[in-house]
């Protein structure tokens, strides 16, 4: 029987999740799984299910039907102690607006029943680290979206989680911030920990994940080590063979180069 303590259990395993909104199949019997230590990439076209399967995946949104696993503790059936090793950055997360940084971490620290020296402590680092130290006394509600990305990331790092699950942690990101981010990331690996992300951005995904998750339409069409999904060519090349790439801009629009 897996453990969160044996060393061969995979740090996320997705069986079958699956979710309808009316008519629509959001995520078909997903079934993927991510090995601990691992950097992973979650690509797909827009509309495919990624943030619905991560959001199921994590608990924050109920699946009709399959099971998640973080570190072989189902999401669902003990999900105190599920969340206790995840750090999750949802796509759009809604913030307490009248906060400062600061504030929301000391805040979200408490709640995480950590004592106020290791809250004060980490806070400090991490507004640091993600070079929100000049603007810790501003309110979340004047944040620019990089800088909300950024302090999204700090709540989910506070705890200190085992794994990261994180919805286009780099949209809106300024390069410099990008940057300091993927230094973040590659730390955290480095040091024990797994980290599961989506993006849009296929050269960045190729540039900091060692394994891959193609979805589409609700299912995972492909998934494993990135030079085994990717092959001789390019990450975005791969990706547009494998989900079927409509036009290649080649045809049409003869009005704009007439």
């Known amino acids: 029987m897996e453990t969160a303590t044996d060393p061969t259990t995979p740090a996320l395993r997705i069986d079958g999740l699956r979710k309808v909104f009316g008519e629509t199949v959001a995520a078909d019997a997903v079934r993927l799984v991510v090995p601990r ?88 680092e991490l507004l640091a680290v993600l070079e929100l130290t000049d603007a810790e006394r501003t309110l979340i509600v004047d944040y620019s979206a990089g800088m909300r990305k950024k302090i999204g990331l700090a709540t989910a790092l506070l705890h200190g989680p085992r794994l990261l699950v994180l919805d286009e942690p780099f949209e809106s990101v300024d390069p410099i911030s990008a940057a300091t981010i993927r230094n973040i990331l590659r730390r ?3 040091a024990g920990g797994s980290v599961i992300l989506s993006s849009h951005v296929m050269p960045l995904v190729e540039s900091i994940c060692d394994h891959v998750g193609v979805i589409a339409a609700g299912r995972v069409v492909a998934a494993g080590p990135l030079d085994e999904v990717r092959g001789e060519q390019s990450l975005e090349d791969a990706f547009v063979g494998i989900v079927g790439g409509r036009s290649s801009g080649d045809e049409g629009l003869a009005w704009l180069v007439s």
Do not use: C, I
Request: hydrophobic share 45%.
């Open 37 to 124: 230590g691992s950097m992973f990439g979650l690509v797909g076209p827009n509309g495919a299910g990624k943030t619905t399967t991560l959001s199921m995946a994590v608990g924050l949104l109920r699946p009709d039907a399959g099971t998640a696993e973080v570190f072989g503790v189902d999401v669902w059936a003990e999900p105190a102690r599920a969340k206790s090793l995840l750090g999750v950055l949802p796509d759009g997360v809604l913030m307490p607006e009248r906060l400062t940084g600061r504030e929301l971490l000391h805040y979200l620290g408490l709640l995480w029943r950590l004592d106020r020296d290791t809250v004060t402590e980490r806070a400090q």
């Open 188 to 190: 955290f690996v480095g």
